[in-house]
């Protein structure tokens, strides 16, 4: 397509370990299967401007109604954001809070002017176990109140992080740490007042000690949850943020159909390509530039025939891409049977992805063409349906209208680019007029 440019811009961090065992994964875009952090390709934040709830798993917007208490206003400001990842607190490592604590410490004088000297060392003694135990916790105090309640954070976050951490770990690290800190305050003021009480010179010198150890005990056993929130932040801070307001393409179809291969074509996002299912780890997030306008494309783990309990974390963030984030869809076929799932059980994620996002603007692609020309006999890897004509007719030729295209002998790509050209700029004109009426509620009649 003349006059048109594909841009991508990929971020890649490395490999995250955190929490349990570490990725193999050198080259795919970030998560998931719980509790294991990959690689990640990253793009931009921005702002949403329509408010969301969550009925039965899923996420619907919400018709804003005037009257509501200030509290709902507050719970529904805080949903309509994304981007909480990037605000998050830098964390220290533990053994840096605690060593630059213990030298600051040390340190700390006694208060001018004090002559005895048993009460001029317990004065020190306690100092400095006080301004110890203040350096310790009031980092870990930060933590707790900067790190957003998951149950506010835009349900899009709210995905990504019980898919990519593994369900509640996010919670627990912050209830560790904050422990951490309770623990902490409570030993540091218990041997402060100790030291303060001491009759002689050595008496304090010895409370002291015993109170700088027994801090340091505790931060050395406990402060891993400092740094698995430190991995957490990290992890998350490099997770792809949707420009909710930019119109966004969305790749989806059963595992190994070719979806990598046609991001690749449209933009120059260069996804993982491989022969086998779920080479996509993870959402990638690129833009296309048609004509000096920008748009997102997100390329995603494929979807098997089967019931949402029995789905990996990697289906489940493609639905949570399908039901948090306002996306365009081209949805990808493969009828020649080299994918692995077969035609008849790509028809029926197809009719339930198509049924469950039916309000999404839409795409479909048979991929792989070259295959079905050269090779009817790949293609009969089943028997057609004569019982159902619908999938009968899905069988041979997709969903109607599907366009037939290949990467391979570039067959129908630039009708592809044209077509989702044209669904992105009807993107457009949605986001445009969803804000416009958003905008037109605010205005008081
Ligand atoms: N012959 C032929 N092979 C293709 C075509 N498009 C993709 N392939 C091959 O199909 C295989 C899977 O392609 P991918 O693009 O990785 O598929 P995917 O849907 O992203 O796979 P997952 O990420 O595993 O879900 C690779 O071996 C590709 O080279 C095509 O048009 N023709
Ligand atoms: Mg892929």
Sequence with gaps: MSGTSHLIQLWHIPSTKLLLRSSNFSKGSYLVPAAEIYPTKIFCKKIQTTAYRIVNGSYVPVPQNKNQSNKEDIASTTLETVGAFQKLPMVMPSVDILYSALRKAKRVSPTKGIANIAKRERNRAAKQLDFLMKELAVPLRGYAENFPDKKQLHPYEQSLIQLTLGDGNYE???????????????????????CAKSLTKREAEERLGEGMKKLEDIFNHEGKAVDDLLNIAKTLRAMPVVDLE???????????????????????????????P???????????????????????????????????????????VLSHLPTAILYVHDLSGECG???????????????????????????????????????????????????????????????HVSVKNEAALNQLKGRVHELLVSQMSRIKSSESNEENKGVPT
């Excluded at 627990?172 to 409570?186: A, G, H, I, N, T």
């Excluded at 930019?246 to 449209?266: D, E, I, Q, W, Y």
């Excluded at 008849?344 to 792989?368: A, G």
Aim: aromatic share 8%.
């Design 172 to 194: 627990q690290v912050l209830r560790r740490v904050d422990s951490l800190r309770k623990k902490v305050v409570s030993v540091g003021k218990e041997h402060a007042s100790l």
């Design 246 to 276: 930019t119109p966004t393409l969305c790749l989806v179809g059963a595992p190994n159909v070719g979806k990598s291969s046609l991001v690749r074509v449209l933009s120059t996002g260069k996804p993982e390509v491989c022969n086998y």
């Design 278 to 320: 779920f080479t996509t780890r993870g959402i990638l997030m690129g833009h296309i530039a048609f004509n000096y306008r920008h748009f997102q494309v997100t390329d995603t783990p494929g979807l098997l025939n089967r019931h949402d309990d029995e789905r990996n974390n990697l289906e489940k963030l493609t639905l949570a």
């Design 341 to 403: 799932t077969s035609p008849s059980d790509q028809f029926f994620i197809y009719k339930e992805i198509r049924e469950r996002f039916s309000d999404h603007l839409w795409i479909d692609v048979v991929s792989k063409c070259d295959l079905l020309q050269e090779s009817p006999i790949i293609f009969n890897t089943e028997d057609v349906s004569a019982d159902n004509p619908e999938l009968a007719r899905y069988q041979k030729m997709g969903p109607e209208g599907a366009i």
